[in-house]
């Protein structure tokens, strides 16, 4: 059972998350779902509410290119995550790959950096991506969440749905043939499917028309090496994949 305190300092997160983002929507001249009359706000249905006050071109009203998305994610605050982060890490690679590997957040190095999957896990990431016979600049690589959670712990529901809809975009922008989720957040995420990794894993899977494929997290990995083999059976069948979509 929570204790008092850690009570409070979720409650506390979560209000901070969202004044965070109600002064973002002002920022980017989006609707709130909401509305004042008197002292007490009303909830604005969202159907009246697009009809209303219809989304700007700028804020995802229209499909963006990576750089655009990049434009429009800016010097992110929507979170607690962009007051305690070194660097935002957006992602990096091709913008037309055929294959994008979606991790959970940035750790230690990549927080440095700026630059997905570059410590010990992202090393192991490289190296699978060769074995696959491919090259890490013609992939492309991201995260869920764009800035490192304190102590790498795991992210939180209001931390993923502020950074989610960048993820989307980055997809839509470069519209791969398929995606690999690591880790059990990855996936989840993509899917909205809170079975285990372990259960996931092993099979296609398929998020707005594009095959998923979840694995184990390269992290995971460094810990248990008995799991690399699922994973290069994992990899394999995206090869497959990527093969017979290319005929």
């Avoid at 209000?15 to 509305?35: A, T, V, Y």
Wanted: positive net charge; hydrophobic residues 35%.
């Amino acid at each position: 059972m929570a204790t008092e305190e850690e009570v409070r300092h979720e409650l506390t997160m979560i209000l901070d998350s969202l004044k965070g983002h109600i002064s973002w929507s002002r920022e980017q001249g989006r609707p709130l779902p909401f509305s004042y009359r008197g002292n007490k706000p009303q909830i604005v249905p969202i159907e009246e509410e697009a009809a209303l006050s219809p989304k700007p071109e700028n804020s995802f009203g229209i499909m963006l290119s990576l750089d655009e998305v990049r434009s429009e994610l800016g010097d992110c605050r929507r979170c607690l995550l962009g007051s305690t982060r070194t660097n935002l890490v957006f992602g990096e690679g091709n913008p037309e790959a055929e294959l994008v590997f979606v991790g959970e957040a940035p750790g230690g190095d990549e927080d440095r950096q700026g630059r997905p999957f570059v410590g010990k896990a992202g090393q192991l990431l490289t190296k699978i991506i060769e074995a696959m016979g491919l090259k890490r600049e013609s992939v492309y690589i991201c995260n869920i969440l764009k800035c490192r959670p304190p102590g790498n712990r795991n992210p939180e529901p209001a931390e993923i749905a502020a950074c989610g809809p960048f993820l989307i975009r980055q997809l839509q922008a470069i519209a791969p043939k398929v995606i690999c989720a690591l880790g059990s957040f990855a996936a989840r995420t993509l899917l909205k499917n809170d079975a285990p990794i372990t259960t996931l894993r092993g099979r296609f899977h398929s998020y707005e028309g594009i095959k998923v494929m979840p694995t184990f997290h390269p992290a995971y990995l460094l810990r248990n090496q008995a799991a690399k083999k699922l994973v290069w059976e994992d990899v394999q069948m995206i090869m497959k994949e990527l093969k017979k979509e290319s005929r």
